[in-house]
Antibody, heavy 121, light 108 residues
Framework: QVQLVESGGGVVQPGRSLRLSCAASGFTFSSYGMHWVRQAPGKGLEWVAFISYDGGNKYYADSVKGRFTISRDNSRTTLYLQMSSLRAEDTAVYYC??????????????WGQGTLVAVSS | EIVLTQSPGTLSLSPGERATLSCRASQSVSSSFLAWYQHKVGQAPRLLIYGASSRATGIPDRFSGSGSGTDFTLTISRLEPEDFAVYYCQQYGTSAWSFGQGTKVEIK
């Protein structure tokens, strides 16, 4: 059974940094691409970043490009999101999601429960 | 970037009724790479439909998807109490994945 557990959220001041983690289990982590998706309060889902199964390909939403970095440690079956220069508009629940297969063009077949990031002074 | 527009924003229906949700894309979605997700407050989103019309594992057959190109539809044939939630469409045909803004299906 696929399990994705996010951690690392909290309250952070504007301009500071924060690193989110997503611990994966129940599948061969190193064989699947992974995503981060966020939901701001009262808003819909927004895709944030993708990393391929081997870390060789990474894509970012324009809203976070240059500020956020997605990475993974296949030996620890963990996905990361390093967030820097945080802004109030980055306040959201952040979800990690598993891609269906190795291909880039694929949907998300499992999601975590999310971790809340609040950017406030 | 492909922009997805969902309508209506809110659908007020009673259990047992039929729900029809629309998703329109700003440009053609390649190979019908269109998915639908259900999201309840405090829970993880749940994949319902992929490839525009294929049900995900364990999804009841009252959920069905259709469409191609720029116009897609999610239909719930008879609403059950557990179906009241927010539904999102998503395109995954490009490396800039995008979601619609969501349709809330609420109890009338």
């Amino acid at each position: 059974q696929v399990q994705l557990v996010e951690s690392g959220g909290g309250v952070v001041q504007p301009g500071r940094s924060l690193r989110l983690s997503c611990a994966a289990s129940g599948f061969t982590f190193s064989s699947y691409g992974m995503h981060w998706v966020r939901q701001a309060p009262g808003k819909g889902l927004e895709w944030v970043a993708f990393i391929s199964y081997d870390g060789g390909n990474k894509y970012y939403a324009d809203s976070v490009k240059g500020r956020f970095t997605i990475s993974r440690d296949n030996s620890r079956t963990t996905l990361y999101l390093q967030m820097s220069s945080l802004r109030a508009e980055d306040t959201a629940v952040y979800y990690c999601a598993k891609a269906r297969g190795m291909a880039v063009a694929t949907y998300f077949d499992s999601w975590g429960q999310g971790t809340l990031v609040a950017v406030s002074s | 970037e492909i922009v997805l527009t969902q309508s209506p924003g809110t659908l007020s229906l009673s259990p047992g009724e039929r729900a029809t949700l629309s998703c329109r894309a700003s440009q053609s979605v390649s190979s019908s790479f269109l998915a639908w997700y259900q999201h309840k407050v405090g829970q993880a989103p749940r994949l319902l439909i992929y490839g525009a019309s294929s049900r995900a594992t364990g999804i009841p057959d009252r959920f069905s998807g259709s469409g191609s190109g720029t116009d897609f539809t999610l239909t719930i044939s008879r609403l059950e109490p557990e179906d009241f939630a927010v539904y999102y469409c998503q395109q995954y045909g490009t490396s800039a994945w995008s979601f619609g803004q969501g349709t809330k299906v609420e109890i009338k």
